[in-house]
């Protein structure tokens, strides 16, 4: 249905451009038509579909009230994806798919440890052949942050970057990053 509404769109883009070549259209009129078409094309594409992007929620802690010097605590990042909606798993088994990326920024001398994901679940969409792996619902990436036994302030703060894909089973979304910062009690 889409190529239904962007072929004729399409056809109107090339038109322009061959009307450019052979009638010398000014460049600013050019442009204003270039664009209007492009606008046409985003909101009937939306008309048609009438779906934005989820409101995915995104979270993240350090489990406990505050984390000793010279120690451990586990971190966390949450993603509540609302039900009928899901994200590409880290390791999507399709190229063309885009896979959740979870990068978490610390402070000098503190470490973090590697993201561990969720075991994803494995669905049948309409726009693949094969079953591709997916995140759903509640979504739990965990890590591990430690704290220098020397590390001078009373907190550190952690700025967790996630990026992810959200689709439904019949299309995605532009991928999109959220940022969460994550504030550490150091004792």
Do not use: W
């Not at 664009?35 to 992007?53: D, E, N, R, W």
């Not at 591990?144 to 009373?154: E, H, K, R």
């Amino acid at each position: 249905m889409l190529f239904a509404v962007r072929c004729p769109l399409f056809a109107v883009r090339c038109l322009l451009f061959a009307i450019m070549k052979t009638e010398k259209l000014t460049k600013h009129l050019f442009q204003t038509l270039l664009v209007l078409s492009l606008l046409i094309t985003a909101g009937l594409s939306t008309a048609v579909f009438g779906q934005s992007p989820p409101n995915i929620g995104v979270s993240g802690y350090v489990s406990g009230d505050s984390v000793g010097r010279g120690r451990s605590a586990k971190g966390v990042v949450v993603m509540d994806i609302p039900s009928g909606f899901h994200v590409h798993s880290n390791r999507p088994l399709e190229k063309f798919l885009i896979a959740t990326k979870l990068e978490i920024e610390s402070p000098s001398g503190v470490q973090v440890g590697s993201v561990i994901y969720p075991r994803p679940m494995m669905r049948s969409l309409k726009f693949s052949k094969n079953r591709v792996a997916v995140f759903e619902g509640r979504t739990t990436m965990r890590f591990n942050v430690t704290i220098p036994a020397s590390f001078g302030s009373d907190s550190a703060q952690l700025k967790a970057r996630l990026r992810y894909q959200s689709c439904n089973d019949e299309l995605c979304f532009a991928p999109q990053t959220r940022e969460v910062v994550i504030q550490v009690n150091v004792r």
